[in-house]
């Protein structure tokens, strides 16, 4: 799927928000827990540390203050959203979602509140969906959040993923604008790559017993080398072609968010692209990979450091299970 902005409708982000758990997990103690070391960890992925959830934290608790914080930057109450999606692939639980929990939570009695499912690539995707929702008149102020409690579904006793993630959330508000505001998105799929990142057990497909735990099937299951392959290229073909759709070009971009999974997948894409590096916001040295919570994060990181400026034309472009990906072109303005 690929679109730019219908005529003369603008929406941008209006406030945002990030939250991530206070204990620090550094390469050094990771190695004390599997045959690994602060070396390769850096070396194959940039990661030095990462963030893990206290044991009583579910996912509401991290997007909760993300939420909060994206409300409060935007000046708007709760009660006035009308629409809340939570990009995830760790909910609290099954059902109900995380978004219908947090709705009642934060007191938003009038939102349609749900949570959606798209790997890392959550966040871009729920973007598209309130955007969407929004253009068409259905909903007058949405707000999306993207997180993820990964270390709940990581299995600490294999090298090749659990040194690689790490818990965290975003929000941001999104609200109509009188100038600038997005331009275009771009959203993929391809399910053929599916068991290359994926959790076997627990759907309906092979239900919880005693033998899926045994055979630590609750955890995430990742085949690296082919999700590296297919990270760097979509990174570079979904930003190009956003890009091209929307009649602009890479020299164009003054910021650019791409997700936060491993600074090779991203070095590689900035080498692709052609972009300075100066305008690429990196984090997953100090929070790894945060899934649905990368791109709202790195987001909030670099507004708080003030490289968000009015008129500055930002690309995000987030990849993961599905294997899916996601790319957003906005011209940042937050009135
Ligand atoms: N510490 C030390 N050694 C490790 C290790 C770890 N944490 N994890 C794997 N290794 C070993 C492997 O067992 C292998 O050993 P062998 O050669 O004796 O078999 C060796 O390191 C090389 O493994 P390989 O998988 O080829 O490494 P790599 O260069 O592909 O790097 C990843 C591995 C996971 C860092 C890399 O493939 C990657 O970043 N993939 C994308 C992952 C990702 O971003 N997923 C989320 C997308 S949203």
Redesign the pocket.
């Known amino acids: 799927m690929i679109g730019t902005a219908p005529n003369g409708f603008r929406a941008s982000i209006t406030g945002i928000g990030s939250y991530v758990p206070d204990r620090v997990l550094t390469n050094a103690e990771l190695s004390t827990m ?4 602060d070396e ?2 850096i070396e ?2 940039g990661i030095r540390e990462r963030r893990i959830a206290a044991p009583e934290q579910a996912l509401s608790d991290l997007c909760r203050p993300a939420i909060e914080q994206a409300l409060a930057q935007a000046g708007v109450e709760p009660a006035s959203i009308d629409l809340l999606i939570v990009a995830t692939v760790t909910p609290d639980m099954s059902f109900p979602s995380t978004g219908a929990i947090l709705a009642d939570e934060l007191g938003m009695p009038d939102a349609g509140a749900y949570d959606l499912s798209a ?2 690539t959550g966040f871009m995707y729920a973007l598209v969906q309130a955007y969407g929702m929004m253009a068409a008149g259905l909903s007058q102020r949405a707000l999306v959040a993207g997180g993820d409690v990964l270390s709940k579904i990581m299995d600490w006793t294999d ?2 993923t659990c ?2 993630f790490g818990d965290g959330a975003g929000a941001v508000v999104l609200d109509r604008v009188d100038r600038g505001g997005f331009l275009g998105f771009e959203l993929g799929a391809d399910g053929s790559g599916g068991p290359q ?1 994926y959790m076997p057990a627990g759907g309906s497909r092979m239900p919880a017993t005693a033998e899926t735990v045994a055979e630590r099937k609750h955890f995430a299951q ?1 085949n ?2 082919e ?2 392959k297919f ?1 760097t290229r979509v990174l570079v073909s979904s930003a190009l072609a956003i890009l091209e759709k929307c009649g602009r070009s890479i020299d164009d971009v003054d910021v650019y968010i791409p ?1 936060q ?2 600074v ?2 991203i070095d590689h894409a900035v080498g692709k692209l052609g972009i300075s590096t100066d305008k690429v916001v990196v984090n997953v040295d100090r929070f790894g ?1 945060t ?1 649905s919570g990368s791109i709202p994060l790195a987001l909030a990181e670099a507004d708080a450091s003030g490289r968000l400026r009015e008129g500055d034309i930002v690309l995000m472009t987030g ?3 599905g294997l899916t990906w996601g790319s957003a072109l906005m011209e940042w303005s937050s009135k």
């Open positions: 599997v045959d690994t070391s390769w960890i194959r992925t790997g890392c090298r090749t040194v690689l990142l990742m690296g080398r999700v590296f990270a997700h999974a491993n090779r997948i990979n899934s990849m993961g299970a």
